[in-house]
């Protein structure tokens, strides 16, 4: 097995600390910046930031379905972790900020991928599809923070 690791960034146009609340509310934004790939979203437990455990399906393909419950931990005041106690995935969402009035975020997925030619597949594969996936919730949450 070897580590896969998926990561995309992007610049938003708001102060870091508004479009880090943002991702910390799991409640009440967070299921508005969802792409269609995330189904049966639900807060179990908390609902903003650390402590939070949150679940969902992510669909990155039509035949791979990933069964998430994720708990929420933070390494520093710029950045919440997403556990999966499901799987060995790992989600970072990092934000700094680019100025007075913009964030980057990078967000980055890791986990142990499959050995031989699978490996290879998921490793060339899946990180372009959840680059794609993370855009579009990047795109989202860029258009819910400007307003």
């Not at 995309?8 to 509310?25: G, K």
């Not at 650390?50 to 933070?74: E, F, I, M, N, Y």
Request: hydrophobic share 35%; proline share 4%; aromatic share 6%.
């Amino acid at each position: 097995m070897s580590t896969v690791t998926a990561t995309t960034t992007r610049r938003i146009d708001a102060p870091a600390d508004r479009v880090l609340a943002a991702l910390a509310d799991y409640r009440g934004t967070r299921p508005g910046l969802l792409p269609q790939q995330f189904t049966d979203y639900e807060v179990i437990e908390g609902g903003h930031g650390p402590g939070t455990q949150v679940r969902w399906k992510l669909h990155a393909t039509k035949k791979r379905v990933r069964d998430v419950r994720a708990v929420v931990t933070s390494t520093d005041r710029h950045a919440l972790v997403e556990s999966d106690e499901n799987s060995t995935l790992v989600t970072t969402w990092r934000v700094e900020s680019d100025g007075p009035d913009a964030a980057e975020v990078v967000v980055t997925s890791e986990w142990s991928g499959a050995s031989g030619i699978g490996g290879f597949f998921e490793r060339t594969f899946a990180p372009r599809g959840l680059d794609r996936i993370y855009g579009e919730l990047l795109d989202n949450l860029a258009d819910t923070v400007a307003r």
